[in-house]
């Protein structure tokens, strides 16, 4: 059983298809509203259909006045991490702070390769992550960064402007070496979704984490862990993921808070996004907030 005692934060994953511009940006407003934690939004940047990332969350960011954004995950080898961090620290600036920056390897090397990404072996793309992260944080502080590596050429630049609040760093990832790479240098870890990641999968990953971040001189409750969740609220029977009533939804978030040590839940409705979005924003949140509250007050 592992609670990190993290303050619970929630979310919305986005659809970033240009076909469904419209939704998504009821749907921002909606979040903004209910004031949401976070609206989260994936980066596939050779998807022809998907419109850029950072480009939509700029866009959004000036829409809404509560809510943060996420980008879950902003694929490193396409967007180098210095140019990165700069457009993080921007939209910090501009948005009032409300920049989580999420960050991963990039899962796809052909399609990366395609748009001029460099091929890295999974080695290479380690130690290039961890090296990324270092850079990014370096920048986000401001003053001046360079790193020579077999990975980077960075020459060295004054980095800036610096944000009005810290970006945190989290990274996405799954297996043991990047897992690492979370309890060494990140601030959070990025979970893949819950059909990827099943819960029983999840005590052995945050060990490797706790242990990563022991070995560095690290408090492993100072890493957030953040679970994209897919599934329907409602009385269905199957679909993917989690399925079935604000009860059913309320225990199980409740369980994977307490005792799988998620603090941090980014909902991705499977249909009816909005009719989805609201049950999640209205009742489950709510709900989960006061039950983790509760079984903390007793502990």
């Known amino acids: ?42 980066d596939h940047a050779y998807q022809p259909g998907h419109l850029d990332a950072w480009t939509l969350i700029t866009n959004l960011a000036t829409r809404t006045r509560h809510v943060s954004f996420l980008t879950d995950v902003a694929d490193l080898q396409l967007r180098p991490p210095a140019m990165l961090a700069k457009a993080a620290a921007t939209l910090g600036v501009l948005a009032g702070g409300r920049t989580v920056l999420g960050v991963g390897g990039g899962a796809f090397a052909d399609a990366i390769a395609g748009m001029g990404g460099k ?28 790193l020579l590596s077999e990975q980077h050429a960075i020459e060295g630049y004054a980095a800036g402007p610096v944000p009005p609040a810290p970006v945190p760093l989290w990274l996405g990832g799954q297996g ?10 990140a601030d959070g870890w990025i979970s893949p979704l819950n059909i990827y990641v099943p819960p029983g999968e999840v005590p052995a990953k945050q060990k490797i984490i706790d242990e990563a971040a022991r070995a560095a001189g690290r ?3 100072d890493i957030r862990r953040i679970y ?6 409602g009385d269905v029977r199957g679909g993917p993921g989690l399925a079935g009533n604000v009860r059913l939804w309320t225990d ?28 999640f924003a209205a009742e489950v949140v709510p709900a989960v907030r006061q039950r983790v509250g509760q079984v903390r007050g007793r502990r």
């Not at 369980?255 to 979005?277: C, M, N, Y």
């Open 228 to 233: 994209n969740v897919i599934g329907t609220i």
């Open 252 to 279: 199980t978030l409740t369980g994977w808070a307490v005792e799988l040590g998620f603090d941090t839940f980014i909902f991705w409705p499977v249909a009816d996004h909005r009719v989805q979005f609201d049950v």
């Open 176 to 185: 043991p070496k990047m897992l690492g790479v979370t309890g060494r240098a």
């Open 119 to 146: 091929r890295r072996s999974g080695g290479e793309m380690v130690v290039y992550t961890e090296e990324s992260l270092h850079v990014m944080r370096a920048a986000l502080g401001g003053g001046g960064v360079r």
């Open 1 to 42: 059983m592992t609670d990190y005692g993290q303050t619970l934060s929630f979310g919305l994953s986005l659809d970033p298809e240009v076909d469904q511009l419209g939704e998504t940006m009821r749907l921002a407003a909606a979040a903004d509203e209910y004031e949401l934690d976070y609206l989260a939004v994936q």
């Open 219 to 221: 408090d492993p409750l």
